[in-house]
């Protein structure tokens, strides 16, 4: 937009057309209601599934009770005699994040 102060106030008075043509306000229209503001979100797939997943990771127990009380009774019983490259694995798996 150039202004030229050469030109008078009443020669530049259709330069808001544009603004008008948009729908934006006029200094001139003062019947003009004021519109309520339209916000909305929107959001993406992704964000919906992360949001799903995070609902369901929630409702698994921290504690799998089944596991832990079957492996409680085989050690209880003498029954849970785990290989010594078995430890090992698990040991390896904590030291490094694998498990």
């Keep these: 937009m ?5 030109i008078s ?4 008075a259709g330069t808001n057309r544009v603004s008008e043509s ?6 001139n229209s003062a019947s003009a209601a004021p519109v309520p503001p339209n ?3 929107q959001l993406s797939y ?5 949001g799903n997943l995070i609902s369901q990771i929630a409702k698994v127990p921290d504690i799998r009770e089944a596991q832990v009380s079957a492996l409680r ?6 029954q849970y005699s785990p ?4 430890v090992a694995g698990a040991v390896v798996s904590q030291l490094f994040g694998n498990g």
């Design 2 to 6: 150039r202004i030229d102060p050469q």
């Design 9 to 12: 106030n009443a020669e530049n």
């Design 22 to 27: 948009l729908g934006g306000p006029s200094k």
């Design 39 to 41: 916000d909305t979100v």
């Design 46 to 50: 992704g964000q919906a599934t992360v």
């Design 73 to 78: 009774s085989a050690i209880q019983s003498g």
């Design 83 to 86: 290989s010594n490259d078995h």
